[in-house]
């Protein structure tokens, strides 16, 4: 089977292209997605012609089983790839040595990673799939965990940091370093444990058994973990270990994105929106609010909705810069060298104290994560907003305290249904046939109930509406077991009172005669 050759250019415009795709959290796509995708494309481009797309759709359909089968990058580039050098030689074009080979593994092993200048690694496995990652989100990384100062300061990591480009991957092998990031990121999320040498006979083993403590630890925290286990780390499986590692790096970035941290964050809230309702915007929506939040400021016909191709040409950096003064923007702005621009973003925010491993490479090529980890960055340390007035300060604190306690009423309102539940499965143990279908009805009313606290409402908005719909249906089949059921099984206190009376009914008439 033939393998078109793509450049570093064609690259970079299907990586652009694919992000376009409604992805899910693990930046993968499904078949059925993709084919809507696709069947909306009505003009080709250099690298994909009209005709390419006829082909990328009849190859979808013919390598996906399944609609509901998910794909990623490297998927997606492969099956372009055989696409381009199909045999009628439509879109074929000439390899280049500074390119990606797409070739088909060999029957033994999985070969080496290929290396395309220095910026995207292509990696094809025995089963036949090709995965890419850039160097340069792996380099900047491991910048970042080096300078986590939570984590320089830990003596358990004194033997594994610094990390070395080289042994990026083998340092998170043994599940030491993921263990100790997870609880940088969040603390206490997991418990503290001594980690004592390992022989190299039992290393599998124990490294497993630590893993597997780690991830959990990392589902705890809302990271997504879709088909990676222990052994993707312990096999250096690279694409898997910084789908999770970019993860927990990017709750740590965003974690100063918050009106605890910032309470300027509250002149970003909208006319028709409450403060509170800040707290449930995601912090990436909120830094790219607080983006267009300055270009609005400063006149700028556009606004952004990624960090990826919307920063391409350095004018946002330069717009967020303009805010900071002393900053010589006129070097940046003057300048119509795209490299040249994106190397002096760069030199300002590394002399404001941003310090982001990010190339200008990176910004030209719209690299969405070394962008948001930079943007994070200057947010941080200029967020060129003013802080709140007394009054409105004094209307931030109302509103979070109005929020905390209507959080604690609901969190009531839960355990109470819990102790209903509980109360419910003792009850049920050793009564009738029919009580316990009532009370298994009603168990089964409260457990619906409150799955739907957690999937269809906010806990605060939609508590109170929940829980009197909650009691409304509980209601309704009491209702329905009293009509079904008119008679009442009598109870051993009431057989005890009733034959008492009677008994004594019985003396009263025997002393009469």
Same mark, same amino acid.
Request: charged letters at 30%.
């Given at each position: 089977?033939?393998y078109y050759v793509f450049s570093q250019e064609e690259i970079a415009e299907l990586k652009e292209l694919f992000l376009k795709l409604p992805l899910n959290g693990d930046g993968l796509v499904s078949k059925r997605l993709l084919n809507d995708f696709i069947g909306e494309l009505k003009e080709g481009t250099e690298v994909l012609t009209l005709?390419?797309?006829?082909?990328?759709?009849?190859?979808?359909?013919?390598?996906?089983?399944?609609?509901?089968?998910?794909?990623?990058?490297?998927?997606?580039?492969? *099956?372009?790839?055989?696409?381009?050098? =199909?045999?009628?030689?439509?879109?074929? &074009?000439?390899?280049?040595?500074?390119?990606?080979?797409?070739?088909?593994?060999?029957?033994? #092993?999985?070969?080496?990673?290929?290396?395309?200048?220095? !910026?995207?690694?292509?990696?094809?496995?025995?089963? &036949?799939?090709? +995965?890419?990652?850039?160097?340069?989100?792996?380099?900047?990384?491991?910048?970042?965990?080096?300078?986590?100062?939570?984590?320089?300061?830990?003596?358990?990591?004194?033997?594994?940091?610094? /990390?070395?480009?080289?042994?990026?991957?083998?340092?998170?092998?043994?599940?030491?370093?993921?263990?100790?990031?997870?609880?940088?990121?969040?603390?206490?999320?997991?418990?503290?444990?001594?980690?004592?040498?390992?022989?190299?006979?039992?290393?599998?083993?124990?490294?497993?058994?630590?893993?597997?403590?780690a991830l959990q630890g990392c589902k705890r925290i809302g990271i997504s973990l879709t088909n990676i286990g222990p052994e993707d780390f312990i096999d250096c499986r690279e694409h898997l270990v910084l789908a999770v590692v970019w993860q927990l790096l990017k709750v740590d970035i965003l974690s100063q994105v918050a009106l605890n941290k910032?309470?300027?964050?509250?002149?970003? $809230?909208?006319?028709?929106?409450?403060?509170?309702?800040?707290?449930?915007?995601?912090?990436?929506?909120?830094?790219? =609010?607080?983006?267009?939040?300055?270009?609005?400021?400063?006149?700028?016909?556009?606004?952004?909705?990624?960090?990826? !191709?919307?920063?391409?040409?350095?004018?946002?950096?330069?717009?967020?810069?303009?805010? *900071?003064?002393? $900053?010589? /923007?006129?070097?940046?702005?003057?300048?119509?060298?795209?490299?040249?621009?994106? @190397?002096?973003? /760069?030199?300002?925010?590394?002399?404001?104290?941003?310090?982001?491993?990010?190339?200008?490479?990176?910004?030209?090529?719209?690299?969405?994560?070394?962008?948001?980890?930079?943007?994070? #960055?200057?947010?941080?340390? +200029?967020?060129?907003?003013?802080?709140? !007035?007394?009054? @409105?300060?004094?209307?931030?604190? !109302?509103?979070?305290?109005?929020?905390?306690? =209507?959080?604690? @009423?609901? @969190?009531?309102?839960?355990?109470?249904?819990?102790?209903?539940?509980?109360?419910?499965?003792?009850?049920?143990?050793?009564?009738?046939?029919?009580? #316990?279908?009532?009370?298994?009805?009603?168990? +089964?009313?409260?457990?619906?109930?409150?799955?739907?606290?957690?999937?269809?409402? +906010?806990?605060?908005?939609?508590?109170?509406?929940?829980?009197?719909?909650?009691?409304?249906?509980?209601?309704?089949?009491?209702?329905?077991?009293?009509?079904? #059921?008119?008679?009442?099984?009598?109870?051993?206190?009431?057989? =005890?009172?009733?034959?008492?009376?009677?008994?004594?009914?019985?003396?009263?008439?025997?002393?009469?005669?």
């Amino acid at each position: 089977m033939k393998y078109y050759v793509f450049s570093q250019e064609e690259i970079a415009e299907l990586k652009e292209l694919f992000l376009k795709l409604p992805l899910n959290g693990d930046g993968l796509v499904s078949k059925r997605l993709l084919n809507d995708f696709i069947g909306e494309l009505k003009e080709g481009t250099e690298v994909l012609t009209l005709s390419d797309i006829y082909f990328l759709k009849k190859q979808v359909n013919e390598e996906l089983s399944s609609g509901d089968e998910l794909i990623d990058l490297g998927e997606f580039l492969k *099956i372009i790839s055989r696409i381009k050098a =199909r045999e009628d030689g439509v879109g074929n &074009g000439p390899p280049s040595v500074s390119s990606v080979a797409l070739s088909p593994p060999s029957p033994s #092993s999985p070969p080496p990673p290929t290396q395309t200048q220095k !910026s995207i690694y292509s990696i094809s496995t025995a089963a &036949g799939s090709t +995965h890419t990652y850039s160097i340069d989100e792996r380099n900047m990384f491991a910048h970042y965990i080096n300078n986590m100062a939570v984590l320089r300061g830990d003596e358990v990591l004194k033997e594994i940091l610094p /990390i070395e480009e080289e042994n990026f991957f083998k340092k998170f092998s043994d599940g030491v370093l993921l263990f100790n990031l997870v609880n940088a990121v969040k603390p206490g999320t997991l418990s503290l444990k001594k980690f004592e040498p390992v022989p190299p006979n039992k290393f599998r083993f124990a490294a497993a058994e630590t893993l597997a403590t780690a991830l959990q630890g990392c589902k705890r925290i809302g990271i997504s973990l879709t088909n990676i286990g222990p052994e993707d780390f312990i096999d250096c499986r690279e694409h898997l270990v910084l789908a999770v590692v970019w993860q927990l790096l990017k709750v740590d970035i965003l974690s100063q994105v918050a009106l605890n941290k910032h309470p300027e964050l509250c002149r970003l $809230v909208k006319e028709n929106e409450s403060l509170e309702s800040l707290a449930y915007i995601p912090a990436e929506q909120i830094l790219i =609010r607080w983006v267009n939040h300055h270009l609005k400021k400063a006149g700028y016909p556009k606004q952004i909705s990624n960090f990826g !191709s919307d920063m391409k040409n350095s004018e946002v950096y330069t717009i967020l810069l303009q805010q *900071i003064p002393g $900053v010589p /923007i006129d070097e940046i702005s003057n300048n119509p060298d795209l490299k040249s621009r994106a @190397e002096k973003v /760069i030199n300002i925010c590394n002399s404001l104290g941003c310090d982001v491993a990010i190339g200008p490479q990176n910004i030209i090529e719209g690299n969405d994560r070394l962008n948001l980890a930079l943007v994070a #960055s200057l947010f941080h340390k +200029h967020s060129g907003m003013d802080l709140p !007035s007394e009054s @409105e300060l004094a209307e931030l604190k !109302s509103q979070n305290a109005m929020l905390k306690k =209507r959080l604690e @009423e609901m @969190e009531e309102k839960v355990r109470s249904a819990n102790t209903t539940t509980t109360i419910r499965d003792r009850a049920s143990s050793g009564s009738s046939s029919k009580k #316990s279908g009532l009370f298994e009805k009603i168990g +089964h009313t409260i457990d619906s109930g409150l799955q739907k606290v957690d999937e269809k409402y +906010h806990i605060v908005e939609g508590g109170k509406k929940v829980k009197e719909e909650l009691s409304k249906k509980v209601q309704q089949v009491i209702s329905e077991h009293n009509r079904q #059921s008119p008679e009442k099984k009598e109870t051993k206190e009431e057989k =005890r009172e009733r034959l008492e009376k009677q008994l004594a009914d019985l003396k009263a008439k025997s002393k009469k005669k």
